[in-house]
Each structure stands twice: as structure tokens, then as C-alpha cells.
């Protein structure tokens, strides 16, 4: 019989991996025609971006552990319409600064840029960056309309599951959590985009496919059922990922952003 060793995580150590994302297997670069690239200063530190197009700024947000390339589908078609296109780094992603960050950090970064850049037409985010962008609206981000794809609901059930996922028991849990609130500075469990939601004046579309095994499709739906006026797109078979290459997911969203009381309709 062989002995075998059963290395148990401290709270600290989870908490430490909770707040680290892991760099994707593929860096897969951005490429906008006739594009520049920025850094913006915020409080989280420098912020990379892509800019291209003239027009009405579109942000493009990817989710975490993601880049900036998950939403290329996005970009030719804004492009096309006359949209000028933002792509952003999240805090410790690509090419932005940290090595560590959460919702409420990224929020704020996010913000910044866009206090830096001018009010945003319409901010097109995916998974976590939906979250991201509901902080950032929250605060006070300028933006008429939002396109939350894959949206997930509640931050303290994402750090409940990597908790148990890590083997902490109830209490090592709690010690988790008392942790991040430490290190991002407010509750983990007020960070929920059902909270936030009632309180959005933006036009928001919720864009979910119901077969995603990363973001369950009642997350999605229990945003959209408290954001005043928001609509919700169920799609099929396209998971957490490739929805957003889909042609009926961009048209989707294209159709949304490009209504506003200035452009009347595409």
C-alpha cells in the first residue's frame, strides 16, 4: 500500500489563486484595421486598449482569463456601421498591469477608461466582464447601452464553488471570503448584477446560450428580470465560448447597439 500525502490548501492560498488569473493556453492577438494602441492610468493600475474606427465608441470586454481576441467577431461589423471600436485588457490580463484582480477591481479600472475616453456608446462584455461592466455602470460609467453576454449572477456563488472546488471545508470558506473582502475592499456577496441591475437606466440585451456549462442560463435570466426595460436572447448549442462567434449572436447585438436616440435605426 502506498502512502500518499493529502496537501490541504490554506484560505489564504485559495484566496491568493481566486483572485490570480491564469494566462490563456493561446495568446491570440487583436488585430484591428487601421487600429492604435493605448494605455490608459487607473487606479488598478495601466490598462491596455486597441482603438480603431471614427463614430460612437463600442467597448469590447472580455471575461476572465479571456482576451480581447474572444470578441474579434464583434469588430468588423461595428467597424462597417461607422462605430469606433475600444478593446480593453482587464486588470492582470493581456497586456494590462497586475498580476491579481476581481470584479469590483476591474470595475473601477473600467471606469477610469472610460472618465479617460469619453462616454461610451454602448460596451459589448462577455462572462465576468458583464459583471465587470454592471459594477462600472453602477458607479457612474457613461455608456447608453450594454450587450451582456453569458452574464453570471452572484460573485460569492463563483467563490463558494472554487472554495469547495479547492477542498476548503465551511469554515476555511468563510476564512476565504473574510479574505477577499480584505483585499478588494467591499463584500463579496454585495458583488451580484441582480443587485445592481434595478438601479440601470441603460438599454441592456442579454445575449445566453442554454446549453453553457460555465454560466448557467437562470444567471443570466435573473439579471435581465430586474434590469428595468432589458431584453433576453436565449440561444442553443453554443455553449459558454462560441457563441460569440456565431453570426446570429453578432447580428444580434449589432441590431441592439445600433439603435440610440441620435442614430435612429441601422
Known sequence: ?????????????????????????????????????????????E?????????????LLHGWEGQASDLAAFAPPLLDAGFSVLAMDLPAHGDSAGRQTSIPQSARALRAVGEALGPLHAVIAHSIG?????????AGLGAQCAVLVSAPAH????????????????????????????????????????????QLRQRAL??????????????SLAGAS?????????????GHRRLLGNPAVVAAAMDFVAISPERGTR
Open 47 to 59: 490598462i491596455a486598449l486597441q482603438r480603431a474606427g471614427s463614430g460612437p465608441a463600442v467597448l
Open 226 to 238: 430586474v434590469w428595468p426595460g432589458a431584453r433576453h436572447l436565449c440561444v442553443e448549442g453554443l
Open 1 to 45: 500500500m502506498s502512502d500518499t500525502t493529502v496537501v490541504r490548501l490554506r484560505p489564504e492560498q485559495v484566496a491568493h489563486a481566486f483572485l490570480t488569473p491564469r494566462p490563456p493556453p493561446q495568446r491570440r492577438p487583436l488585430v484591428l484595421n487601421g487600429g492604435e494602441a493605448l494605455r490608459i492610468s487607473t487606479p488598478e493600475g
Open 155 to 198: 460573485y460569492e456563488h463563483h467563490a463558494r464553488r472554487f472554495a469547495a472546488a479547492a477542498g476548503l471545508d465551511r469554515e476555511g470558506t468563510e476564512a476565504m471570503l473574510a479574505l477577499l473582502r480584505s483585499a478588494i475592499g467591499v463584500e463579496v456577496r454585495e458583488i451580484s448584477l441582480p443587485l445592481r441591475a434595478p
Open 206 to 219: 442579454f445575449i445566453h446560450s442554454a446549453d453553457d456549462r460555465v454560466v448557467a442560463i437562470e444567471d
Open 130 to 138: 458583464s459583471a465587470v461592466l454592471a459594477e462600472a455602470l453602477h
